[in-house]
């Protein structure tokens, strides 16, 4: 008899397991209707790449010369760590570049719809990456 009045313990306990099992929800994803090529390239020649570069990549952020939408998702913590910097309004600087509100809002909401973010550690650090490109 004991054996029965074990039966639905059990089965709470299953029930239990399959509901935490599960993977928990994942961040919407967002989409945008901008492309890479004809709305992020020019936005990060005309504002990034004169310090980004191969050349002289400070901050050890170096936008590639030919760039493309796949650099930028291998180099994810790259963009998505440059596109925090744009929204605060460090990047560019001041006197460096004319990026309006409106090309960052188009490049934060590009980065933000394409990139994907970093995967972390056990330890909740993001993978260290290197600037990125070639």
């Known amino acids: 008899m004991k054996s029965i009045a074990l039966v639905p313990v059990f089965a709470v306990f299953c029930l239990a397991a399959v509901i935490f099992a599960q993977d928990p929800p994942k961040e919407p994803a967002k989409t ?4 890479f090529k004809k709305d992020i390239i020019p936005i990060v020649k005309a504002n990034c790449i004169s310090c980004h570069n191969k050349d002289k990549a400070e901050h050890n952020v170096m936008f590639p010369d030919n760039m493309t939408e796949e650099d930028a998702v291998k180099n994810a913590r790259m963009w998505r760590n440059s596109a925090r910097e744009v929204k605060k309004g ?7 570049g004319t990026m309006g509100d409106k090309d960052r809002a188009k490049f934060v909401e590009w980065v933000e719809a394409k990139v994907p973010r970093p995967a972390r550690r056990p330890g909740g650090e993001p993978p260290k990456t290197t600037g990125g490109g070639h």
């Open 90 to 96: 460090a990047m560019p600087p001041k006197n460096n």
């Open 32 to 35: 945008t209707k901008l492309d």
